[in-house]
């Protein structure tokens, strides 16, 4: 009888066994096929989680569209601003920077007459006062600046101006700059020069010089912007009795045709080679203006050569 038992308990035994083998078999078949399928219960819980999670993606979804809504508008509409904001600050920009070119404003011509040595003008702003000033042709031996008396001419320096400023290489750089000429001021430019409203002259290689005095008896600067200044030497300073102002023109000409064309015997009054050689300029071509801030109101010109 316990044989028996025991035959029973191998048989069913192996029968379990085999049945094990089988269903892992079957099994693993059926996941190297594809064709395993999850679980009743568990697609059940995944189809809960998907009813679940689904209204949650559709807010967030919404919400990002939204965003990317707002996005596309804030970036369209700056980049129609950023162009308007851009030509507004160009345009501010244009308008403080000085532009090239401003130099004296010419009025109308009234009257030309010649004094001596000098040809003047007249504009539409010159006073009777400016219109009965003498001017005294250029002499070339006259040895000091015109803040210092000069017996031999008659002048006396309280009449003058004050030597204010002196640079050289005046301008030198592309031969583009601005200047101002004070207030109740003067300043003289000895150079190659071309000057809105007031004249230009070039040396070139002729022998004479060039020279400009610019004087300003207005209540505000005179602003010289963009003219042309080749590698000039400028002084600049007060001037000291407006109703004289003929007797100091007369005499910062005088000394300026002294210092280019030097004394009576042919030595250069500068040591600097005016014009070039070592003897100096042969002759010196000097223009001066009579200015109210930018106005023009009075212009001279002459010309003076070696003796």
């Not at 030509?87 to 070119?101: K, L, T």
């Not at 000057?195 to 602003?223: F, P, Y």
Request: glycine residues 10%; hydrophobic residues 40%; proline residues 5%.
């Amino acid at each position: 009888m316990r044989n028996v038992l025991r035959y029973v308990a191998y048989v069913l035994g192996s029968c379990l066994v085999l049945a094990v083998l089988v269903a892992a078999g079957f099994s693993v078949y059926t996941l190297l096929s594809g064709r395993a399928e999850p679980p009743e219960s568990v697609a059940v819980v995944e189809e809960a989680e998907e009813e679940e999670v689904d209204p949650v993606l559709a807010v967030i979804e919404k919400l990002g569209k939204r965003i990317s809504d707002l996005e596309v508008v804030t970036v369209s509409e700056t980049a129609d601003e950023e162009p308007a904001e851009a030509d507004s600050a160009a345009e501010e920009v244009m308008a403080s920077e000085p532009e090239a070119g401003d130099g004296a404003v010419v009025t109308a011509l009234q009257s030309t007459d010649q004094m001596g040595a000098w040809e003047i003008q007249y504009f539409s702003g010159a006073t009777q006062m400016m219109k009965d000033w003498v001017f005294s042709s250029p002499d070339s031996s006259w040895a000091e600046f015109p803040n210092v008396d000069w017996p031999a001419g008659g002048f006396v320096a309280a009449r003058g101006l004050e030597y204010g400023q002196e640079l050289s290489d005046f301008c030198q750089q592309d031969q583009r700059c601005d200047f101002p000429v004070a207030a109740r001021s003067y300043r003289s430019i000895t150079a190659d020069y071309l000057i809105d409203g007031v004249g230009e002259c070039e040396e070139g290689g002729t022998g004479i010089g060039c020279a400009v005095i610019l004087v300003n008896v207005g209540d505000v600067t005179a602003s010289f912007r963009g003219q042309r200044v080749d590698t000039g030497h400028t002084i600049t300073g007060l001037y000291w009795h407006g109703d004289f102002l003929n007797e100091a023109i007369s005499a910062l000409a005088s000394h300026l045709a002294y210092r280019m064309v030097g004394v009576p015997s042919g030595n250069p009054a500068s040591p600097g080679a005016n014009c070039s050689v070592p003897t100096g300029c042969t002759g010196v071509d000097i223009t001066f203006v009579v200015l109210s801030g930018n106005e023009l109101l009075l212009r001279g010109h002459t010309t003076v050569v070696r003796p």
